[in-house]
C-alpha cells in the first residue's frame, strides 16, 4: 500500500507556470512507477506524464510535450510536474498515481491521489 497527496494547483493565467507535487508514504517508493492525470468537468480522465522508478524513463501526452516536466526525487518520496506556458486547456483536477512500472492508462494504476485542481484563466 502507498498513500499520495497532491499540492501545488491553484489558478494561473494563461502562459504561466505551476509546479505540482506528489508526496508519497507507506511503502517503498522507490518500487513505483508514478503518473499524473488529469480530468476536466465532463471528460475522462487523461494520462499527463509518468517517470520510471529509478526516473531514467519518462513518457508525455503529446498536448503537454515540450511545456511539462516530470522528476522526482526518492531520497524525498515526492515527483513533481513542472507546468510551464499553461494554457485554458490544461485546467482539470490532477491526479498523482503509482504502479510497478510506466503506464499511460489511468485503469493500470493501482494507487490514487485525491487530486489537486488546477485552473488555467485566458
Known amino acids: 500500500q502507498v498513500q499520495l497527496v497532491e499540492s501545488g494547483g491553484g489558478l494561473v493565467q494563461t502562459g504561466g507556470s505551476l509546479r505540482l507535487s506528489c508526496a508519497a508514504s507507506?511503502?517503498?517508493?522507490?518500487?513505483?512507477?508514478v503518473g499524473w492525470f488529469r480530468q476536466a468537468p465532463g471528460k475522462e480522465r487523461e494520462f499527463v506524464a509518468a517517470i520510471s522508478r529509478g526516473g531514467r524513463t519518462t513518457d508525455y501526452a503529446d498536448s503537454v510535450k515540450g511545456r511539462f516536466t516530470i522528476s522526482r526525487d526518492n531520497a524525498k518520496n515526492t515527483v513533481t510536474l513542472q507546468m510551464n506556458s499553461l494554457k485554458p486547456e490544461d485546467t482539470g483536477v490532477y491526479y498523482c498515481a503509482a504502479r510497478y512500472l510506466v503506464a499511460s492508462t489511468a485503469r493500470e494504476y493501482d494507487y490514487w491521489g485525491q487530486g489537486t485542481q488546477v485552473t488555467v484563466s485566458s
Open positions: 507507506g511503502r517503498t517508493f522507490s518500487n513505483f512507477a
